[in-house]
């Protein structure tokens, strides 16, 4: 509950009404339903004032005018009848329907952030200033969350900025700056913030004279003026996008060109009794639901510090040491250029070096409209990045980060040579995939400034990091390894150690069980279609060409090492090895890669290496069968990662494989998906794949969830974890 009032009214020159809105105790302003009625009640007020010739509404909060509607009151109510939902709409659309038939022009005065129901509110007023400031953001984000804006958005802003843009902007979920909004007609002015006040009253007098925003009332009262061929071009233009960016797993973008679509030759009101009705389909339903504990995984992420307890870390990273610039060296580095760390990168090998220096400022100064390096750029930030001649360089270094080969010899023999160089404080990190931490840390004087700092490939698309404590490792230093990672836009999860630690160690049963079913007779192409259907980027055999059938194979031994009851040792890899197929970077994998567009071809040649290894004889197996056999593994370590402790909140680990592996978002995570189901439910469908052994057998978690009906949320935090 709110300590106190959000809106305060006060006034200009006696006839122009201002709304501040400033939530108490909150760094933004939400429209929850406490602050839904406050304006109402404002409204009441100021409609019954003959004097007023305008109505202002700002936000007190830098940076931010609303940050939409209350997420969390949307997600109490996931289960609410459709009728509900319908007249939660109606309710809403109504209230702010009030703000475009008030006597006197209406003005939303936007400096910083206004999205969603925030977004909805200015579009119902009759004008909109915004500032230039670099925060001023304008967005209809709802179809992040499987739904569209449903107080009255899609109907309001086709019929001010027109169906195409509208469409665009709904069904994209991007958020525009200010220029960008006043040249599609969203901003009527845009001022500096500390004059935007000024702007706005200028504007109230502008129009409190012409009267041209009653005009405009009128116009968007009605259909928007659009011949049927222009709104069927629209229409197949737009669908197709959309359906080529969601491949038909999201259906908020689609419905939501529906509705404006067929809204688009009705009048205003029937245009919202339309989005009403929409929304009512996509609220609550298992896409809405599971898009919506992503945004919490995601705000919980931005919130945790990596520890228990408020210790604020010391460490101020300004320059790092890459040691390796292969391909996670030169990620990792281009990583920190972008953001303003400055970077020393040394490698063994000299050709290397220059390889990674180039391609970590070629990845750096990648422009996205220009589809290649921007070269300015790149001699912008080409001072930011130093070419490490010798290891007394690392001694300026808050943190060194090793990502040489994946052999725990060579890396250690690394850190003996390095630790003495270092600063007082500095940290001392392996971006290792599958080595135990503790282990790497053995010959350390200060092992409690050594931690695992885990990127993943490609660095500059995947935004998980994994920060591995080891068992010395100090709450410092975990603490200024998580601040370092967010300060390089990264998620960052803290894992305990082990093998794989947490992402590897689920994707490993799962590669494993895709050359399980190849041996049991599955297609490469039934696999692979198996695992896109359930909404996975990539299907599992595209992944080991990805991730290099060698290194796949190395993070298997490991794996196999510490998990032999449950891990198959495949003659496969080893056999497509033995071929020099090694995946993308050979050209040639399970796929081969011999097309201009690098995209993976089916090779007959695979067919007769694996020949050998299929058994005999060849079982039907059912494209739902295979999807529980990658995915009930993947689970079942889930659960066993969760009974060592490996994370300290199970929440983690679904945003560990939303972010790491691309499990896809409209799932909601593995548990979150696993819950979905139930544990019961669960049980019973390892039960028919019994016949494969120990490696889908029912952990003890998992019995135990299944006889007392509980769900993985609810497991608080990890058993056994250190924290
Ligand atoms: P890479 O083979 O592309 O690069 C390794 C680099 O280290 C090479 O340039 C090599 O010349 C250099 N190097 C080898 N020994 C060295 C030494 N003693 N001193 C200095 N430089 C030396 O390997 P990649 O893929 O970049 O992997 C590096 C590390 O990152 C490994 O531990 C790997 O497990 C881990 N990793 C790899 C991922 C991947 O998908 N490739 C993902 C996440 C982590």
Request: aromatic content about 6%.
């Amino acid at each position: 509950m709110a300590a106190g009032p959000t809106i305060h009214r006060s006034l200009i020159d006696s006839n122009i009404a201002v709304l501040t809105l400033d939530m108490p105790g909150k760094g933004a302003n939400i429209l929850s339903v406490d602050v839904l009625a406050e304006f109402e009640q404002q409204l009441s007020d100021l409609e019954s004032d003959s004097d007023l010739i305008g109505l202002i509404i700002v936000s007190n909060k830098p940076g931010i005018f609303i940050a939409g509607a209350d997420i969390r009151e949307f997600a109490a109510s996931l289960d609410l009848p459709r009728a509900d939902v319908v007249s939660m709409c109606r309710r809403g659309q109504q209230l702010f329907g009030r703000l475009s038939a008030t006597p006197f022009v209406t003005i939303a005065a936007i400096d910083g952030i206004c999205v969603g129901g925030g977004a909805e509110l200015a579009v119902w007023c009759d004008r909109r200033v915004m500032s230039n400031s670099p925060k001023t953001q304008f967005g209809f984000p709802e179809v992040k969350l499987g739904l569209f804006p449903g107080w009255g958005g899609t109907a309001r802003a086709p019929r001010m900025i027109g169906l195409s843009n509208a469409v665009e902007l709904i069904t994209g979920g991007e958020s525009v700056g200010a220029e960008q909004a006043r040249e599609l007609g969203l901003a009527d002015d845009v001022a500096p913030p500390a004059d935007l006040l000024d702007a706005a009253v200028r504007l109230v007098r502008q129009e409190a004279e012409s009267r041209r925003f009653e005009a405009d009332r009128q116009r968007w009262e009605k259909p928007l003026d659009i011949s049927e061929t222009e709104l069927g071009f629209l229409g197949a233009t737009a669908s197709a996008m959309i359906r080529k960016e969601t491949k038909g797993e999201y259906p908020a973008p689609e419905l939501a060109l529906e509705t404006m679509l067929e809204a688009a030759s009705v009048g205003l009101d029937e245009a919202c009794e339309l989005e009403a009705d929409g929304m009512s389909t996509l609220f609550g339903s298992p896409i809405n639901a599971a898009l919506i504990n992503l945004f919490f995984l995601t705000d919980r992420n931005k919130k945790d510090g990596g520890i228990e307890g408020d210790l604020e870390p010391t460490l101020d990273v300004k320059r790092v040491g890459v040691i390796g610039a292969g391909i996670m060296g030169a990620g990792i580095t281009a990583a920190n250029i972008k953001r303003g760390v400055k970077v020393v990168l040394t490698d063994a090998s000299a050709d290397s070096l220059s390889a990674g220096i180039r391609g970590a400022l070629e990845e750096a100064a990648y422009n996205r409209s220009l589809r290649k390096a921007d070269v300015e750029r790149a001699i912008e930030l080409a001072p930011q990045l130093n070419r490490g001649e010798s290891d007394e360089e690392f001694s300026q270094c808050d943190v060194v980060i090793e990502a040489v080969v994946e052999n725990a010899e060579v890396k250690r023999q690394i850190f003996k040579r390095i630790e003495g160089q270092l600063g007082d404080g500095a940290i001392l990190a392996s971006n290792t995939s599958t080595i135990p931490i503790t282990q790497l840390a053995r010959d350390l004087e200060h092992p409690d400034r050594f931690c695992g700092i885990h990127f993943f490939n490609p660095v500059r698309r995947m935004k998980l990091v994994e920060v591995i404590r080891g068992s010395e490792t100090s709450d410092d230093t975990v603490a200024s390894a998580v601040a370092y990672a967010k300060r390089l836009g990264k998620m960052p999860i803290v894992v305990n150690d082990g093998p794989g630690f947490l992402v590897n160690r689920l994707l490993l049963p799962y590669m494993n069980e895709a050359l399980e079913l190849l041996g049991d007779g599955a297609t490469i192409k039934e696999i692979e279609r198996a695992a896109k259907s359930f909404g996975m980027p990539m299907g599992p055999l595209t992944l080991y060409d990805v991730v290099g059938l060698d290194t796949a194979l190395y993070a298997g031994g490991t794996m196999l090492q510490a998990f032999p009851d449950r891990i198959k040792a495949s003659k496969i890899l080893p056999a497509l090895i033995k071929a020099g197929r090694l995946g993308q970077k050979s050209g040639a994998g399970f796929f081969s890669y011999r097309n201009p567009k690098g995209r993976g071809e089916p090779d007959p040649a695979v067919d007769d290496l694996l020949n050998p290894y299929l058994r005999a004889p060849a079982k039907d197996i059912q494209p739902a069968e295979i999807v529980d056999r990658l995915f009930m593994p993947m689970l079942l370590e889930a659960t066993r990662a969760l009974e060592d402790g490996i994370v300290r909140d199970v929440r983690d680990v679904d945003l560990g494989l939303v972010f790491g592996i691309g499990f896809p978002p409209f799932k909601g995570g593995l548990l979150h998906w696993a819950d979905t189901i139930g544990a019961g439910e669960i049980a019973e469908r390892l039960k028919a794949l019994e016949e494969l052994g120990p490696r889908v057998q029912p952990t003890d978690l998992l019995l135990e969830m299944a006889a007392n009906d509980r769900k993985f949320y609810d497991l608080k935090t990890a058993t056994g974890s250190k924290s």
